[in-house]
């Protein structure tokens, strides 16, 4: 079962999110800042990062900046409001960005597309980021 860090700062899409992922068989920890995730990712083992740009201790791409630091083939799919993401988002060395909205099937399939590329990378000694083996 895969293992999906959710951060999110509203409480109500948290449990939004994390009752569709287990519904959809991902193992979830759900935290409502950057912080928080950075201190998850330096205990568990996590397959998939979704995370929205606005926090409320750090921004979301310096959040994005430490995980791609300290985890350089983690996949992070960005979830937020703003539809400007979508064309920006690989300069940001992510894995996929959704628009958020009262549904789940978006992040669903993004997360879907990102850990079964995940699971068919062979070896990733020779690249310098997870976003080279996704193009």
Do not use: C
């Not at 083992?45 to 300290?70: F, H, N």
């Amino acid at each position: 079962m895969a293992r999906v860090l959710v951060v999110e700062d509203e409480s109500a899409l948290r449990l939004l999110y994390r009752i569709a992922l287990k519904n959809n068989r991902y193992e979830v920890i759900a935290v409502e800042s950057g912080n928080e995730a950075l201190k998850v990712l330096e205990r568990e083992q996590i397959d998939a990062v979704v995370s929205d740009l606005r926090l409320p201790d750090i921004s979301g791409l310096r959040l994005i900046d430490e995980i791609q630091s300290q985890h350089p083939f983690l996949p992070i799919i960005i979830n937020t409001a703003y539809d400007f993401i979508g064309e920006n988002s690989y300069g940001w060395r992510v894995a996929e960005s959704v628009s958020k909205s009262s549904g789940t099937a978006g992040l669903m399939r993004a997360l879907a597309r990102v850990i079964s590329a995940e699971a068919e990378i062979p070896s990733r000694d020779s690249a310098s980021s997870f976003h080279e083996w996704v193009l």
